[in-house]
């Protein structure tokens, strides 16, 4: 859905975290080139699938995802023979290849070229170009800000742009806006969003980036914020500029590093103290990973809060809807700030969850609580809660700065609104993972049943019915000859063991007395 487009009432916007597959299912050979046909399908749903109308695969192999800077399985090609059937086959394999490691890297797969080759119907649309438009008409009413420079591909999220700014009253500084579509999760009234909103704007706590200028609509919002030429805690761990585009930047960083045991213990318990002022107000997030967190003279502030009001689904989504007991917005935040703490730990963040064997660590109290989040046991029972994480001897210790508690004062009406709208966050993923869990199930009996071994079974199985069925018609066979033999013979008779009478023998004897 582009910026200017209002959400018809009770649809369901498209969520862009959920995965993408893709099935090369067969190839045809046309007068100079070979056109593969390939089944997309969006989710675990089969109904939700479809073929791609551009079937060349060439534009797509290369230029745009060259930045990433990683060597992608590319299949080889030739200038002769390159219609010869094994050739086109060893090709199929190679682009299937090709296509699973894109739609299973976590930035490729929610890179711009890659759904707009494998959805176009949802990702033809010029995000950037849009977003200016809608960008400098706000500020014909609003002449105080001015658009210096639009920052491209500076975040993941393909609806979402941002561009450099500065406030005509004040022309030394910068500051970044940004423009995003509404998502799914979208469950706050208008006027109850712009009230939330609001709120953010007014404001002014260490741990939270202060957002100073806002403004919704019915299908997108425009923030603006101060701009750090430092970055984000990511481009602090990757060593990058953070003007940079993020596939260049994050996907194979050369210099990231993990940061020193006292950096990791100060900044985990600032965000963990910026989480439980939000959940203390009931204020939903969702959104912690280290792109969202500045570090500002050693203090960390939690950026993009609004993301959850705004209904944009999770960057790590995909991730914790795996697992059943991660169905709370709490415990969402705290699965993320695992994964936070193990990439400020190891300067990279896990390939996959959960995990079980931990590289070595500046301190044992560091692996102690990333196995507390990220274990399975953890996954399967449950997340411990932000107080916990607080009292581990990980972070109990850290002095903080300021000795005042803080608080976000939320007005009664809001905060019912806040409330709702959690719970139906809550319960659409709770659907989502309901639905997760059966096609796992499914595809294990599946598995199961088209096993070797299985098979083996099958057959063993077979053969013994087999024989006991044989078994059985020969005795079948074997007792109707008797039974028909018996019937030809006259039955012997025995003075001690007469023959029962017979119906016609006692009706012949019955008319001779009667005629008698």
């Known amino acids: ?96 290849t090709y296509l699973d490691t894109i739609t299973q890297h976590p930035l490729l797969c929610s890179s711009l070229p890659v759904k707009k080759f494998l959805d176009p119907n949802n990702y033809s649309a010029n995000y950037t170009e849009i977003a200016l438009q809608q960008v400098s008409m706000f500020f014909r009413s609003d002449p105080k800000w001015e658009v210096l420079e639009p920052l491209r591909d500076m975040g993941w999220r393909i609806r979402k742009k941002y561009f450099l700014v500065k406030s005509k009253e004040q022309t030394k500084e910068r500051y970044l806006l940004s423009w995003v579509d509404l998502g799914p999760d979208k469950f706050l009234s208008d006027k109850d969003l712009q009230s939330a909103i609001k709120l953010l704007t007014s404001l002014s706590i260490p741990y939270l980036c202060p957002l100073l ?58 965000i963990l103290e910026g989480l439980k002022l939000l959940h203390d107000a009931g204020i939903f997030f969702g959104h912690l990973h280290t792109s969202n967190v500045l570090v500002d003279d050693g203090v960390c502030r939690l950026m993009d809060v609004e993301n959850g009001m705004l209904g944009v689904p999770s960057a790590l989504r995909p991730a914790f809807t795996q697992f059943r007991k991660i169905n709370t917005t709490e415990s969402i935040d705290v699965f993320c700030f695992g994964h936070l703490l193990y990439e400020m730990t190891y300067g990279r963040p896990p390939d996959s969850v959960p995990i079980e064997q931990y590289p070595p660590a500046p301190s044992t109290a560091v692996v102690s609580v990333l196995q507390s989040i990220l274990s399975t046991e953890a996954c399967k029972s449950g997340m411990p809660t932000v107080s916990a994480l607080m009292q581990t001897p990980l972070f109990s210790d850290v002095q903080l700065q300021r000795s005042e508690k803080l608080q976000i004062k939320v007005p009664g009406r809001l905060k019912e609104a806040l409330k709702a709208a959690k ?10 993972q309901r639905l997760l869990h059966q096609h796992r199930r499914l595809t294990r009996a599946q598995s199961h049943h088209c096993s070797e071994e299985e098979k083996k079974k099958r057959k063993i199985l077979a053969r013994k019915k087999s024989r006991h069925s044989a078994y059985e018609n020969e005795e079948d066979v074997s007792v109707r000859n008797n039974n028909n033999s018996g019937r030809s013979l006259s039955p012997p008779t025995c003075p001690s063991s007469p023959t029962p009478p017979s119906t016609t023998g006692t009706s012949v004897r019955l008319s001779l007395q009667l005629s008698l």
């Not at 200028?213 to 030429?229: H, M, N, Q, W």
């Open 423 to 432: 719970e139906s966050l809550e319960k659409r993923l709770q659907e989502e």
């Open 213 to 270: 200028f806002s403004s919704t609509s019915e299908s997108s919002a425009l923030l603006i914020r101060p701009f750090s030429e430092k970055g984000s805690l990511r481009d602090h761990i990757c060593k990058v500029k953070p003007r940079e585009s993020y596939l260049k930047k994050y996907c194979n960083p050369k210099k990231s590093q993990g940061l020193e045991l006292p950096h990791i213990k100060l900044y985990g318990r600032q």
């Open 1 to 96: 859905m582009s910026f200017l487009e209002k959400p018809a009432p009770g649809s369901l916007l498209l969520d862009d975290t959920v995965p993408l597959t893709a099935m090369i299912e067969a190839s045809q050979s046309l007068q100079s080139h070979t056109e593969y046909i390939i089944r997309v399908q969006r989710g675990v749903s089969l109904d939700n699938s479809w073929q791609p109308v551009d079937k060349n695969m060439n534009p797509f192999l290369c230029p745009p995802l060259q930045v990433c800077g990683i060597t992608l399985p590319l299949p080889p090609k030739k200038l002769i023979g390159n219609m010869d059937r094994e050739f086109i086959a060893e090709r199929q394999r190679g682009l299937q």
